[in-house]
Structures are given as C-alpha cells and as structure tokens.
C-alpha cells in the first residue's frame, strides 16, 4: 500500500536525511520533537509537527505513548525510527504494526532475536555465517566457562547478551582471572541491562570492523550492497567510515557478500540491516547485526548510487527491491566524518549555540546535518552534528576531496572535533588504508605521550 505520510520518529540529522527521501517520493513528513527541539531543522522543514514531551529522551524519543498518539493525531500511516532511540525496540515495532501504522524496519521477531547476542550469534551461525569461536550460547556455570576458555584459549572476551553501544565486555587474559571476571560481568551486566546473562568468545588481538549492508523484501529475496570499513573508533565508537573496505578484493566482497544475502534470504528478513565482523588475517567473524539504518549508510550510497532510505519506504509499502544484485554496481571509493560539538582532543561534549556556519559544498561532496547558524545544540543528546560526506573515484581522489572539504567546513560558536578529523587524513597509516580497530586510540595515546 503506498504510504502518504510518515512519522519520523527521531531527530537531527537523520530526520532530516528521512524527510528528504520521503519528499522525493511525495510523500508527507511529520516532525515529532521534545522541547529542546522546536527550533530543530527537521521540524522546520517536516510538513507537521507535535511536541512528544520534554528533553529527556526518556519522556520524548523514547516515550511510546506519545509518539504513538502522535501519529494518530497527524494521521500518520507510516512511522520511521531512523537509529538509536527506538530503531530496535521490538515492542515498538509490534505497537506501531498492531495500530495499523506500516512499521519502516525489519519484521519485529527479527529485531528481537538479533537484540539478543546469544540469541543473534545462534542465528547467525545457523544461517551460515562464520562465527567467532566461542560458548555454544549462554555461559552460567564457571566450571563450563573454564573448559570454554580452555578450548579457545586466552585471552577470551566475556559479553553481556543484552549489552549495546560498546558496553558490559570484559577481556580475561588468563585462568586465574576467570572467575572474578566471570562474576563482576554478570553483575554489571545484571545492573546495566536488567540481564545477567553472559557468554565467551575468542578476544581478537588486531581485526578491522567490517560490515555489509543487506536488504530484504521480507518474502525470501535479498541483496547485499557491499561493505563498509568502520576500524576508526575511540571506545567502540565510530568516527569515520569508508567504502569499500581498502582491504577487500572484489572476489571477496561477492563472496561474503553472497553469504550475508543469502543468509538473510533464509531468515526472511525485510528491509535495510548491517551485519557486522570482526576481520583479521583474511578471515570474517560475525559479532552482531544491527536491524536499522546506520549512521555511515551514506558512503554505500555514494559508491552504489541506491538511495537506502527510499529503498525502505517501498519495502514498507509492499513493493520488490528495488534492484537485483547484478543490477549493483561499486563505483570509486567514499567516506564519511562524523563531526560532533566536542573537544577534538579531550572528547568533552561542548553544546551551545552556533554563532557562524559554513558547510562544505562541490562535486562529490555531501553534508547530512540539521546545523544552521544560530542553532542551539541541546546538551540531552548525542553529540554528532553534522556528517561529511566525500566521494572519489578511486580512494587517493577520495582523501584530497576530503582535505578539501574540511578545509571549508566552518562551524563556530561550539568546539568540533573538525581538527581531529583533519589531523587524521593526515596520517600515514590513514592514507595507507592500514589500520584495525586498536588504531585511533593508540594514535590518540601517542600524541599525548
Ligand atoms: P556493541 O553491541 O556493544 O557495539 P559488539 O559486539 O558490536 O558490541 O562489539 C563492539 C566492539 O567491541 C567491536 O567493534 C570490537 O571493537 C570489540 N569486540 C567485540 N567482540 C570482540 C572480540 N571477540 N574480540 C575483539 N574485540 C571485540
């Protein structure tokens, strides 16, 4: 059924980045916002905007009820979650589907079983998509945790099932501190995600983040629109991606590629979804997938010319995929900055209105952002600001583009960490393509040694 009006149900720049495919449908936008966010862009620009509730995440974004009631009164049929917040709460999907709204994401049973890492790494790994070795599922007694450890030997990691965002993992480098470890997870875990189930797997010294994006139509057909390289973190958060990977050769990509959609053809599964690896020494290991849009989504549209956003509003609607995997192409090299409104270098979150503001523009150059010149950015949220975006045709075009484009980019009134950004691609590992996850926050060590 085509959709006519979607509820966004986020904020910055992701709202807007849903507002806009959804126009390009036309299709009807409604904004919803905490009061923090009234002046925000995406409410600006949205065709309907309702209030939901007070700064807070919690008692807005976060609020059920209200969003809920928000899409009855502005007679939403549709509802986007965008990320974060409630992309991957399947009791939301359930209530939205059981209001008759069209849920844009992934059948709520897959959210569900991928939200749980035992539950997902089971799945995965019946799927066949290889594994990082490890407990056969949840790990309780220490007599099993030892013999696990024993046969994959140290040092193993020590995962929480319900943990999220880089949190509840505790590496353990030997036996003798198995059992303190073993304990002090399950509790943190217990206290963090109401959950104290945990599980062991092979600690990987040195791997890259490696990632694909899939797409299902829900009936048993899907396609893969290659990988993204996401190694550049600072404590499991992301701080530039690019595509493709500088260390995949083609044979590669098809052939997980394949793996990954045929994996997600078995399991039925619909709409957008990124299932990450670790990867080291040639090798995949799935660590978990994430049923939504990703942050860094646009340099696989960049490289691929499939706009990802509109591609899940036609599944919403009931439509085929839009594209059959031969009709993928992968084209040039780009990558994505998540800039943020913090200190370059301590990391100290620094919100605050924006006195000047000048985005970066020319060929190739995209910036997905909600910032205008005298913007408050609340203090109650995330700290990205802005994405930038930069495409090349090969990878060494790429990064002059991007030299160039954060020479340009000006955003005052807030500190970003624009400096670290342009220190970085700088960098002789960084220009090299040679880097794995530990990179940056040795990087980062060394400059303050
Ligand atoms: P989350 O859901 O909290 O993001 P993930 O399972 O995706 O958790 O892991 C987050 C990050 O933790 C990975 O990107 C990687 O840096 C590190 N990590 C997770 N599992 C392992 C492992 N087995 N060996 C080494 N590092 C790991």
Same mark, same amino acid.
């Given at each position: 059924?085509? +959709?006519? !009006? ?7 720049? %992701?709202?807007?980045?849903?507002h806009r495919a959804a126009h390009e449908m036309g299709i009807e936008t ?15 620009l949205?065709d ?6 007070? #700064?807070?995440? *919690?008692?807005?974004?976060?609020? =059920?009820?209200?969003?809920? *009631? ?10 986007? $979650? ?66 696990? @450890?024993?046969?994959?030997?140290? $040092? ?10 880089? !949190? ?5 480098? *030997? ?16 206290? @963090? ?6 599980? %062991? ?5 040195? #791997? ?5 994006? =899939? ?55 619909? &709409?957008?979804?990124? %299932? ?21 989504? #646009? ?13 899940? %509003?036609?599944?919403?609607? &009931? ?15 780009? +990558? ?40 408050? =950015? ?14 090349? !045709?090969?990878?060494?075009?790429? +990064? ?18 624009? #400096? ?30």
């Amino acid at each position: 059924m085509p +959709i006519k !009006r979607i509820l966004i149900a986020n904020r910055g720049e %992701i709202a807007l980045r849903i507002h806009r495919a959804a126009h390009e449908m036309g299709i009807e936008t409604v904004a919803v916002h905490s009061t923090a966010d009234a002046e925000a862009m995406h409410v600006r620009l949205a065709d309907h905007a309702v209030c939901i509730g007070p #700064p807070a995440a *919690s008692d807005s974004y976060l609020n =059920i009820a209200n969003i809920i *009631s928000a899409a009855e009164v502005s007679h939403a049929d549709a509802i986007h $979650p965008g990320y974060g917040f409630l992309s991957e709460n399947a009791r939301f999907a359930e209530i939205v589907e059981a209001h008759g709204i069209a849920w844009i994401g992934p059948k709520p049973e897959h959210i569900r079983t991928m939200g749980d890492k035992v539950e997902a790494k089971r799945s995965a790994g019946a799927l066949g998509l290889p594994l990082v070795p490890g407990s056969n599922g949840a790990v309780s007694d220490i007599g099993e945790a030892h013999e696990v @450890a024993a046969r994959i030997g140290y $040092p193993v990691i020590i995962k929480a099932a319900s943990g999220g965002g880089g !949190r509840g993992m505790k590496v353990c480098e *030997s036996a003798d501190q198995l059992e303190t470890l073993m304990r002090q997870a399950g509790s943190e875990a217990k206290a @963090a995600f109401g959950d104290d189930t945990v599980y %062991i797997e092979k600690y990987l010294g040195n #791997p890259r983040h490696i990632e694909f994006q =899939i797409f299902g139509d829900g009936r048993g057909n899907a396609i893969h629109l290659g990988e993204r390289d996401c190694s550049l973190q600072r404590r499991h958060q992301k701080v530039l991606e690019e595509a493709p990977s500088p260390v995949l050769s083609s044979e590669e990509r098809d052939r997980m590629g394949t793996i990954c959609a045929k994996a997600m053809a078995d399991m039925g599964y619909r &709409g957008a979804g990124t %299932i990450e690896f670790l990867w080291e020494a040639g090798e995949f290991y799935f660590i978990e997938m994430n049923t939504r849009l990703q942050v860094e989504h #646009p340099v696989t549209e960049m490289i691929t010319g499939v706009d990802l956003v509109r591609e899940q %509003i036609r599944i919403a609607e &009931g439509e085929d995929l839009s594209c059959a995997q031969e009709d993928i192409t992968f084209r040039g090299h780009a +990558i994505e900055c998540r800039i943020n409104a913090e200190d370059a270098w301590t990391f100290a979150p620094s919100p605050g209105q924006v006195t000047y503001y000048h985005a970066a523009g020319g060929m190739h150059v995209r910036v997905d952002s909600g910032l205008y010149a005298g913007y408050r =950015i609340p203090p109650y949220y995330d700290s990205m600001i802005a994405k930038l975006i930069v495409y090349g !045709r090969n990878r060494d075009r790429c +990064i002059m583009r991007l030299r160039r484009a954060l020479e340009e980019m000006v955003v005052e009134g807030v500190k970003t960490n624009l #400096p670290l950004h342009q220190a970085l691609i700088q960098q002789e590992d960084v220009l090299a393509g040679e880097y794995t996850i530990k990179w940056l926050e040795d990087w980062l060590g060394r400059r303050e040694a």
